[in-house]
């Protein structure tokens, strides 16, 4: 137990389809973070957020719309996917997303599928 | 560098023998390294960290060596045991920007 839930595990979706990822920590951390995990690549961020406010976006295309409405949860809502955004989805959390030096810790990700 | 996915490297180690997993990292900013396991179906999990004001940190049968004149980080196992089977991969972080990662290690632990 990592103190850090992700739901579903699995997620089989068409592209036009609109879901949901959740994630919640129990760890009293104040950063949330999302990551792509694909085979043949480095887990590249998504996004950080640090008390609730967003300080990272790193890039990512508008198909991914992160929410975070308190410090315990992390949401990525998904629409109009595409096959290569098939991966696991991973949410992390830690005690300071800036200057403290803390490690991250993860949730078990959410395998997504686009058909 | 490391590689995942067809191209991940692979450590093959013998059950009660050391393992040592390397990184090389290329900013010579970076302060703070953390190794992560991940074991299949699950996340990353972490190990030990180490700050850049130190050389080497020493957890429960795990060891960090930093080298910071040539970048390098290592993970050291000792008495490996089949439950070690993972991918094993470093991340490095420079001041208040974000964690970098590695691609990963595949250790695998003959019994």
């Known amino acids: 137990e990592t103190g850090v839930t992700q739901t579903p595990r699995h997620l089989v979706m068409g592209m036009t389809n609109k879901k949901s990822l959740k994630c919640e920590q129990h760890?009293?951390?104040?950063?949330m973070y999302w990551y792509k995990q694909s085979a043949k690549k480095p887990l590249e961020l998504m996004f950080v957020?640090?008390?609730?406010?967003?300080?990272e976006n790193n890039s990512v295309p508008s198909r991914f719309s992160p929410e975070c409405p308190n410090s315990s949860h992390l949401f990525l809502h998904l629409h109009t996917l595409q096959p290569e955004d098939s991966a696991l989805y991973l949410c992390?959390?830690?005690?300071?997303?800036?200057?403290?030096?803390?490690?991250?810790?993860f949730g078990d990700g959410t395998r997504l599928s686009i058909l | 560098g490391e590689s995942v996915g067809l191209h991940l490297p692979t450590l093959s180690v013998q059950e009660g023998d050391n393992s040592i997993i390397n990184c090389a990292y290329s900013n010579s900013a970076s302060d703070y390294f953390i190794w992560y396991k991940q074991e299949s179906g699950k996340g990353p999990q972490f190990i030990i960290d180490?700050?850049?004001?130190?050389d080497k940190r020493q957890g429960q049968r795990v060891t960090v060596l930093l080298n910071k004149t040539v970048k390098h980080l290592s993970l050291q196992i000792a008495a490996t045991q089949p439950g070690d089977s993972a991918v094993y991969f470093c991340a490095e972080k420079a001041g208040n920007t974000p964690l970098v990662f590695g691609k990963g290690t595949r250790l695998s632990v003959i019994a």
């Open positions: 992390a959390s830690s005690q300071d997303g800036g200057q403290l030096n803390q490690p991250q810790h």
């Open positions: 180490i700050r850049s004001n130190m």
């Open positions: 957020y640090n008390f609730k406010e967003q300080t």
């Open positions: 760890l009293g951390h104040n950063a």
